[in-house]
């Protein structure tokens, strides 16, 4: 009796066991998703598809035309593998060529790809290839080389991909520069080339992309959690967006082969025709040996938000599909698109501010002239007159007005983002001005200021006023010193001038030329800027 006692108990306790287990199974697949995500019921998702089909295969057959999405439900599918471990860090090899298609309006993308990669690996060297048309220019090279030393910019025509299919919405929206793509192709001499989209993220370790034969690719999913074989291909359809491929494969002859596949040579396919380059490598590549690596390595941000209830800690590549997070005002954004602009914004701060302070020990720190005491601010017409031996600022797009050349020039840029241009004309004035004045610029006119060779007439001195990261001062109230990231005053001249005076270690600021109606707005920042500044006197000299 004791033993069949000891057994039902050992029985009872191995069933309660089996219940908790089950439960927190469930709990673990009902958990609820992070606001604005959603997670994958494969079960449920088939069991809806499945319903749909024989209705499907009904319009089919009486010959009605079914969109992409209905017809993959009627291919085969494959759920594609997520790797279950973090990805090896190994760095890649000498021989790794890395290569992207990107335009101005892709440079955002560009720049957090660049630096997430590089974060990923720092040191990173590996040579760098971006294939772009003739709106990056060479200020925005210059860019994108302090982005990643080594950098080198093709800016090519894209007059032989005006022809290209442009039926899709997905073909309308790229464009020909999607073409440009093939170019990777003719980097001949490399072991193997990674080509990257410019609107992904590096999030983890990428060695899988660079340890193995053949080419290496992710399967394409994104809206949907399933990949589909290609009726055309016979192969899994893959994304584009990440490829990586062997040294074996390049050379002239493959390039010529995609192109003529891009002019049209590829037979209709249900599954490809809506898209751009990703159809054309998908034809190019039935004749090589791939292989599907995790998507782990080309995640679709969609499938993160719909599938994965938005976990990212598994995910190496996050990739951005469709419209693009940069193109939308952040408070506009999805939970999804945040994912983009606060990892890129994070990327951009911490190389904006290291990259001043870099070249920060090069500012001015002594006024000029020497013995000048006064920094007097011209920030509009004013019946005054300078007192003697004050050094003079003045707006740069003042300089047409009459007066006496300053010692001072502020070059008032709009505070945006990304590289800044000299506005026309600017550079004929400036050059023009004598004696030579100091100039004071934004650290987003440097590379611009380099291409127009000024160093070499110009003392330039660089303050960080700039985009996403100068909060407005009538909204902050809050003013911080000369060695970061300036707040927008109440106009970009009196922030910079004032900022410049404060470095150079000025005791007295007299901003002339301040019209007494202003609206309160202007005076409440220009009343915080005056209480951060505590270094100095600032005196206002109206009108």
């Known amino acids: 009796m004791e033993d069949r006692a000891e057994l039902l108990r050992q029985r009872d306790e191995a069933r309660a066991a089996r219940d908790e287990a089950r439960r927190q199974r469930d709990a673990a697949r009902d958990a609820p998703a992070r606001p604005g995500f959603t997670t994958l019921d494969a079960f449920a998702r088939e069991e809806g598809r499945a319903r749909l089909r024989p209705a499907l295969l009904a319009r089919q057959a009486a010959g009605e035309a079914l969109r992409a999405q209905d017809i993959e439900m009627l291919l085969p599918r494959f759920r594609p593998a997520l790797l279950n471990r973090p990805a090896s860090l190994t760095p890649p090899p000498p021989g790794l060529v890395l290569a992207t298609v990107a335009n101005a309006a892709f440079l955002p993308g560009l720049e957090a790809l660049l630096l997430s990669l590089r974060q990923t690996y720092p040191g990173l060297d590996n040579p760098f290839h971006v294939f772009a048309d003739a709106s990056l220019d060479a200020v925005a090279g210059r860019w994108l080389r302090r982005l990643y030393p080594g950098l080198q910019l093709h800016r090519l025509a894209l007059d032989g991909f005006a022809r290209m299919p442009a039926q899709s919405s997905n073909q309308r929206r790229i464009g020909p520069i999607a073409y440009l793509g093939s170019e990777a192709l003719g980097l001949a001499g490399a072991e193997r080339v990674l080509l990257l989209d410019a609107d992904l993220l590096v999030t983890g370790g990428l060695a899988p992309l660079w340890q193995g034969e053949g080419v290496i690719a992710c399967a394409d999913c994104g809206e949907r959690e399933f990949g589909v074989i290609s009726p055309v291909t016979g192969r899994p359809v893959v994304n584009s967006g990440v ?61 993160a938000a719909k599938s994965l209830g938005g976990r990212l800690e598994a995910v190496s590549i996050l990739h951005f599909t469709g419209a693009k997070p940069w193109m939308r005002p952040e408070p506009e954004q999805t939970a999804m698109e945040r994912w983009w602009s606060d990892a890129a914004r994070g990327l951009l701060w911490r190389h904006r501010a290291d990259a001043y302070d870099a070249w920060a020990p090069a500012r001015r720190a002594a006024p000029f002239p020497a013995d000048s005491t006064v920094a007097w601010i011209q920030a509009g017409p004013c019946a005054g007159a300078p007192p003697p031996g004050a050094a003079v600022f003045r707006a740069a797009s003042t300089l047409e007005e009459p007066g006496p050349v300053p010692q001072h020039v502020v070059l008032d840029v709009a505070t945006g983002a990304g590289p800044a241009r000299l506005p026309d004309g600017w550079a004929e004035r400036l050059w023009a001005l004598r004696p030579r004045p100091v100039l004071w610029a934004p650290f987003r006119l440097r590379e611009a200021l380099e291409e127009a060779n000024a160093p070499a007439a110009f003392e330039i001195n660089f303050l960080l006023l700039e985009q996403p990261f100068a909060a407005s001062l009538d909204h902050s109230g809050a003013w911080t010193g000369p060695d970061g990231f300036l707040p927008e005053g109440p106009s970009v001249v009196l922030g910079l001038a004032c900022a410049a005076a404060q470095a150079m270690g000025y005791p007295t600021v007299v901003l002339a030329g301040l019209a007494e109606q202003r609206e309160e707005r202007f005076r409440f920042a220009l009343d915080a800027m005056r209480d951060g500044i505590s270094s100095c006197d600032i005196l206002l000299t109206l009108s």
């Open 243 to 303: 490829l990586s491929l062997p040294g074996a494969m390049l050379g002239a002859a493959a390039k010529a082969r995609w192109l003529q596949l891009a002019s049209g040579g590829t037979p209709p396919c249900p599954v490809l025709d809506r898209f751009a380059d990703q159809r054309v490598w998908n034809h190019f590549l039935r004749d090589h040996s791939v292989t599907l690596a995790p998507v782990n390595f080309n995640c679709n941000a969609k499938l």
